[in-house]
């Protein structure tokens, strides 16, 4: 017998088939819920090409910050699992939307940008300005403890009124440097106001997964990359992707979903299950990932989520 | 009047003479209690001479792991106080020290610094192998999200046993990636064993200030260039630096003084003030740096000191 908690385990065919006629908008997590590194998993091209046949509505919901929305599409359709632009939120394209929607950036004030080309592409798609990031010369590191470069009257862009960080594997000390400059300088934790010099500075991060799965094993993430800014400034970041609030209400900005008729389904209780819950809608952890069902009994589990299946091929299989 | 808690304000050329008289051994902060950015503060020079005069045991204690301790004797002599190389310990200094002296570091092992030419230095002068710190290769970022340079059988040396890191102006995401693979991969944990493969490794800060006072303002410091490695590792360093044990722990390793008659001197409460009273010996707060009264008296306050003098030049007055 299945140990229970407050979740339900879908253990028949017409509980799992229940489960899809009860929701009209679904938000998958990719990684160990479509495909496990370069693996798609079992059960998961054919559930998609169900859920299509009945009309449903499906959001690819990533905190991966490193790629814009196309070049996630184009993995997603590697896998076999179709899908369009429209329906993938990466972290990079919330953050961009974060500031153009909720924080109404000014078109004429600028973001600095720790980051890679996803994230300057879903600022651009925006309308955003930006400037670091892939430029060459931020990529390098400072000459000893010469830090005139950064001191000079003219060192820092004065309509700069954002820093954006995400992951980042060209993260140089000049740009930990010049991210904590622009926090900490005259003003910054004041109001962003368009067309004025030195007026506020917003922080605002992907993501914070302090690790990053990549096909060749863990590395350091976006929570790794802008620890240093945090710490150095004292000032707490904005953090747009799961599990906070701000990629779940802009989800719900741009898409009039019905929040009782939408599911959020991921393998993580820390990220995916707290951020469905966060935004108000139901849950469904697959046992294809990070967590199992010990993570959900135990006392300390950061969320419990609405349901548990053990993974997409449950769910393929109790569709005709 | 001048307002009090426990501890005693000098205001009496008789108290201040009785404080020097009372104690053989001084350890000096540098800044903020010498010197403020490129000046030396009044009677620091007069002062250092009557001390010597009197057969005083000096020591210069600072947390700045960037220079070794000739660079920064250069700076000492430059302000015109005199002192000699035995007399400087710094973080840098105290970090090769500690891994000889206290973890004993296997001559056939070798660090990964994340640090400059200070650190790299002093781990030379204690004959610590090293890779990393100042090569060019490390101070580059990655190209995209390729991590095969990283991930390849022969990317990571296995004889490196410990991660050394100070401040880093060059730091990249090379450095703090391959110092998270040197802390997270299998075996890490364990002991360090002399001259087999994967065993252990040590993490160990030089200090946790997470700014640099700089001649040219605050810039990101130690503390905000480990963080990174700290949160993706999972793994917490030993911080040598004030206010830390370990420094003060070296220091009565390497100097037979008596702690009855040995004074820590510095303007900060939450680094050199307890630092000073986690070694058991009494402490000197002067009000020319960063801590001031108001400091001491509130009921959060970092440390309390045994004594507090206005600047080195009370001292000065009170000696003929």
């Known amino acids: 017998m299945v ?5 339900e385990f879908l253990d028949t065919k017409e509980t799992r088939a229940h489960l899809i006629e009860q929701y009209d908008n679904f938000l998958f997590d990719c990684d160990g819920v479509l495909w496990s590194g370069p693996t798609v998993l079992p059960g998961v091209v054919s559930f998609f090409r169900k859920l299509r046949e009945r009309g449903k509505r499906i959001l690819f919901v990533s905190n991966n910050a490193s790629k814009s929305r196309r070049t996630l599409l184009e993995r997603i359709n590697a896998m076999g699992i179709d899908g369009r632009e429209d329906e993938v939120f990466s972290s990079a394209y919330a953050t961009a939307a974060y500031l ?3 924080l109404r950036f000014p078109t004429d004030r600028k973001a600095y ?3 890679m080309n996803g994230l300057e592409d879903e600022l651009d798609a925006n309308g955003i300005q930006y400037i670091g990031g892939t430029d060459e010369q931020d990529c390098q590191g400072l000459d000893g403890l010469d830090f005139s470069p950064l001191a000079s009257k003219d060192a820092l862009d004065p309509s700069v009124a954002a820093v954006v960080c995400g992951i980042d594997t060209k993260f140089s000390y000049r740009k930990l440097a010049k991210a904590f400059r622009y926090i900490t300088r005259p003003g910054a934790e004041g109001e962003v106001r368009a067309g004025e010099q030195n007026g506020g500075c917003h922080f605002v991060c992907t993501n914070e997964d302090v690790t990053f799965p990549s096909s060749e094993g863990l590395f ?10 945090q710490v150095s400034s004292g000032r707490d970041p904005i953090v747009v992707g799961k599990p906070h609030q701000p990629m779940i209400d802009t989800i719900f900005a741009r898409f009039a979903f019905d929040k009782s008729r939408t599911l959020m389904v991921g393998d993580r209780l820390d990220t995916d299950i707290a951020f469905g819950q966060r935004g108000g809608i139901d849950t469904l952890l697959v046992l294809t990932g990070i967590s199992t069902l010990e993570h959900v009994h135990a006392s300390d589990a ?5 349901y548990v299946v053990n993974g997409l091929c449950d769910l393929d299989t109790a569709l005709s």
């Open 100 to 102: 153009k929607d909720v």
């Open 302 to 306: 950061a969320a419990v989520p609405t």
């Open 220 to 229: 350091p993430g976006a929570g790794a990359v802008w620890k240093g800014i």
């Open 113 to 115: 940008v720790v980051g």
């Open 3 to 7: 140990p229970r908690g407050a979740y």
